[in-house]
T-cell receptor, first 112, second 114 residues
Framework: GENVEQHPSTLSVQEGDSAVIKCTYSDSASNYFPWYKQELGKGPQLIIDIRSNVGEKKDQRIAVTLNKTAKHFSLHITETQPEDSAVYFCAPYGGATNKLIFGTGTLLAVQP | EAEVAQSPRYKITEKSQAVAFWCDPISGHATLYWYRQILGQGPELLVQFQDESVVDDSQLPKDRFSAERLKGVDSTLKIQPAELGDSAMYLC????????????FGPGTRLTVL
């Protein structure tokens, strides 16, 4: 089945720094690549996504880049703020499985 | 802003008891999903509905879990009997048919089985 890995598993940055989380997947037929943010005790929140015909997408301080050849996509957060602290999940939509396959998550801590 | 509603938010039960969770998707979303999230892991799909029909229940433990969406709107997930290993967050999500993979999640139900 689809294998999805996230790195790093934990990331601590100072407020104002940038953060990058990488997601690698195995299903070459995957065609949709979202990132979710999950705060403690809450459901995952879709924060940005990208489709397979686009290489990069940006929304204010958040961007996602996709490398389909290498089968990985990354979340970039600039000018981090304490409220960015959460667990972030990638969840590529598998072409073979027709479902979102969630990664293991990255705990981001932004130190004030 | 429209949201997915779930209830209860927390449920504590003893093993061998029956429990039920309810979900109301975003209005107009024909596709509804139930996920289970074990602490420290990502959500895993249990069942997917398109309107009132089950599309995928391959990961649903059917000996004890059941799900229904009788009128194609809200949905109920039931566990009977509950086991200690069922302790987890149960998440409901919904999506539009034409953007089926853009899924929006509810706040979840935290289940603790004692």
């Amino acid at each position: 089945g689809e294998n999805v890995e996230q790195h790093p598993s934990t990331l601590s940055v100072q407020e104002g720094d940038s953060a990058v989380i990488k997601c690698t997947y195995s299903d070459s037929a995957s065609n949709y690549f979202p990132w979710y943010k999950q705060e403690l005790g809450k459901g995952p929140q879709l924060i940005i996504d990208i489709r397979s015909n686009v290489g990069e997408k940006k929304d204010q301080r958040i961007a996602v880049t996709l490398n389909k050849t290498a089968k990985h996509f990354s979340l970039h957060i600039t000018e981090t703020q304490p409220e960015d602290s959460a667990v972030y999940f990638c969840a590529p939509y598998g072409g073979a499985t027709n479902k979102l396959i969630f990664g293991t998550g990255t705990l981001l801590a932004v130190q004030p | 802003e429209a949201e997915v509603a779930q209830s209860p938010r927390y449920k504590i039960t003893e093993k061998s008891q029956a429990v039920a969770f309810w979900c109301d998707p975003i209005s107009g979303h024909a596709t509804l999903y139930w996920y289970r999230q074990i602490l420290g892991q990502g959500p895993e799909l249990l069942v997917q509905f398109q309107d009132e029909s089950v599309v995928d229940d391959s990961q649903l433990p059917k000996d004890r879990f059941s799900a229904e969406r009788l009128k194609g709107v809200d949905s109920t997930l039931k566990i009977q009997p509950a086991e200690l290993g069922d302790s987890a967050m149960y998440l409901c999500a919904s999506s539009r048919t034409d953007y089926y993979n853009e899924q929006f999640f509810g706040p979840g139900t935290r289940l603790t089985v004692l």
